[in-house]
């Protein structure tokens, strides 16, 4: 015990009426050691203000900057079996879930709510990378499952912000499951003539990236966001090669067609708000842009052929 910091600083702070500072007053940026104060990052939806580098978020704050107001309805996720195989490693899987609701206050890494986007009535869902790296596993299927099952049955477009790291080994092939499951779930949406929007934030990867994540009528991704199925690393030790600069990036997979386009979180509500109405028929009240243009705008995404 340090008796110094346990007792004679809170003692003294008491006596001056000071407060504890939090430890993350200041967030250092990334890409050029910036420190930016936190209160200035989270007006400004955790862009880092002067490089655009794009900070990680949970999916409750996720919600609350994209929808109208930050006003949304949660969608209660579905009840599954809990550690089915009973796995362990390192530690048991169900220590691990515990460890993880009590980060994210979360119970899994599925969050869904109804709300509006500039008045739109939409169901939006997001994978929070903090819950055991995003990873899918039953619970976070029947989550999926029950947002798109939810859109299809309110007749409202469905918005995805994907983050995952793939799979949760920990559920084995009951995990692998969830892949088809939730490709079944997007088809039945897209027969209802719904609109399926995805962005692909940092990193989305494995068996997410592999099915629902690029099943979208458009695919958005924010900058510098990390693309693909195996991570740049194991593809280099693989083919023993160098890979080019950028290879798996948001920018570099928009030049390439995998993503139509790539938009600072500072303008995905305002992008995605009029994607979904062109592809609704409903009228765009902004001017700024010629309606002729949006056609090469959605460029690879099936939504051009709306």
Do not use: C
């Not at 994978?127 to 947002?147: N, P, V």
């Not at 991704?221 to 080019?244: C, D, H, M, S, Y």
């Amino acid at each position: 015990m340090n008796w110094i910091t346990n007792y004679v600083r809170p003692k003294i702070n008491s006596m001056l009426g000071r407060r504890d500072m939090p430890e993350n007053l200041w967030i250092k940026d990334p890409e050029t050691g910036e420190m930016v104060f936190h209160k200035d990052l989270e007006d400004n939806q955790f862009v880092i203000p002067a490089s655009g580098h794009h900070l990680k978020i949970s999916a409750r704050e996720r919600l609350r900057y994209f929808f109208d107001d930050g006003k949304y309805e949660a969608i209660d996720p579905a009840k599954v079996v809990v550690d089915p195989l009973k796995f362990r490693d390192e530690k048991r899987y169900t220590d691990r879930l515990r460890d993880a609701k009590a980060k994210t206050g979360l119970d899994d890494a599925i969050l869904s709510g109804l709300g509006t986007i500039e008045g739109l009535p939409i169901v939006a869902t997001v994978q929070d990378f903090a819950f055991m790296g995003g990873s899918l596993g039953m619970a976070a299927g029947d989550a999926l499952i029950r947002a798109f099952d939810t859109a299809r049955e309110r007749k409202r477009p469905l918005v995805l912000f994907a983050a995952s790291g793939g799979a949760r080994m920990q559920e084995g092939t009951l995990s692998l499951m969830q892949l088809p499951r939730t490709t079944v779930a997007v088809d039945r949406l897209k027969e209802a003539g719904l609109p399926y929007i995805v962005v692909l934030t940092n990193p989305t990867t494995g068996g997410v990236t592999a099915s629902y994540a690029m099943l979208g009528d458009v695919h958005i991704a924010e900058p510098g966001a990390l693309i693909g199925f195996a991570g740049p690393r194991v593809i280099e030790q693989t083919i023993r090669e160098k890979l080019p600069e950028g290879f798996q990036r948001a920018e570099y997979l928009m030049e390439h067609g995998m993503v139509d386009m790539v938009v600072s979180r500072l303008e995905m509500k305002k992008t995605i708000a009029r994607l979904l109405k062109i592809l609704l028929k409903t009228p765009v009240s902004d001017a700024s842009e010629p309606q002729e243009k949006v056609p090469a705008v959605l460029g690879a995404g099936e939504a051009a052929k709306a």
